[in-house]
């Protein structure tokens, strides 16, 4: 059976950075009855506190942030990307050890989004863009979907097992 990444936030886990949690989804509990789920939450696994302060990466590319041409930087100036890489290798090193090609994480999000990030400016403005942690996973081959992408998650994870490609 093909496990999926998701997201703790996802999970009603009050992990984001807020204290705060999303859901639930119908779809992602469906996975969740069936054994698929592999939960992370890069940031927490990262070594930061939940609450924690609001992180942006200045221009919304987690790519700049794997590369070492720029940081992810709370509102209040302080560098926290040390601690987005490293929870972008832990989710990394668990789709690694379960077979994981397909994730769900958190729209938006400077580690988990994968369309459009927030510019970086704390001003609510979303840019075309990835997190720290989809920017890696999908380096590693692993499709990246958020929550507001369930259905076409499914129809991945669908072509993935008719194609014989669960571990």
Same mark, same amino acid.
């Given at each position: 059976?093909?496990?999926?990444?998701?997201?703790?936030?996802?999970?009603?886990?009050?992990?984001?950075?807020?204290?705060?949690?999303?859901?639930?989804?119908?779809?992602?509990?469906?996975?969740?009855?069936?054994?698929?789920?592999?939960?992370?939450?890069?940031?927490?696994?990262?070594?930061?506190?939940?609450?924690?302060?609001?992180?942006?990466?200045?221009?919304?590319?987690?790519?700049?942030?794997?590369?070492?041409?720029?940081? %992810?930087?709370?509102? =209040?100036?302080?560098?926290?990307?040390? $601690?987005? *890489? #490293?929870?972008?290798? /832990? &989710?990394?090193?668990?789709?690694?050890?379960?077979?994981?090609?397909?994730?769900?994480?958190?729209?938006?999000?400077?580690?988990?989004?994968?369309?459009?990030?927030?510019?970086?400016?704390?001003?609510?403005?979303?840019?075309?863009?990835?997190?720290?942690?989809?920017?890696?996973?999908?380096?590693?081959?692993?499709? %990246?979907?958020?929550? =507001?992408?369930?259905?076409?998650?499914? $129809?991945? *994870? #669908?072509?993935?097992? /008719? &194609?014989?490609?669960?571990?």
């Amino acid at each position: 059976m093909q496990k999926i990444l998701v997201s703790r936030c996802l999970l009603g886990e009050r992990v984001r950075y807020d204290g705060g949690a999303h859901g639930p989804f119908v779809q992602i509990e469906e996975w969740r009855r069936q054994g698929r789920l592999v939960a992370v939450c890069p940031e927490v696994a990262g070594g930061l506190p939940t609450p924690r302060p609001p992180a942006e990466i200045p221009g919304g590319q987690g790519a700049r942030v794997l590369d070492g041409e720029c940081g %992810v930087l709370t509102v =209040e100036g302080a560098d926290v990307g040390t $601690a987005f *890489l #490293a929870g972008a290798h /832990a &989710a990394l090193q668990l789709a690694q050890e379960h077979g994981i090609r397909l994730a769900v994480l958190k729209a938006r999000s400077p580690s988990c989004g994968n369309r459009e990030n927030y510019d970086g400016s704390f001003a609510g403005r979303r840019v075309p863009g990835e997190g720290v942690t989809a920017a890696l996973l999908r380096r590693h081959g692993v499709q %990246v979907f958020s929550e =507001e992408e369930l259905a076409e998650a499914a $129809a991945a *994870l #669908a072509a993935l097992e /008719a &194609a014989g490609d669960a571990p």
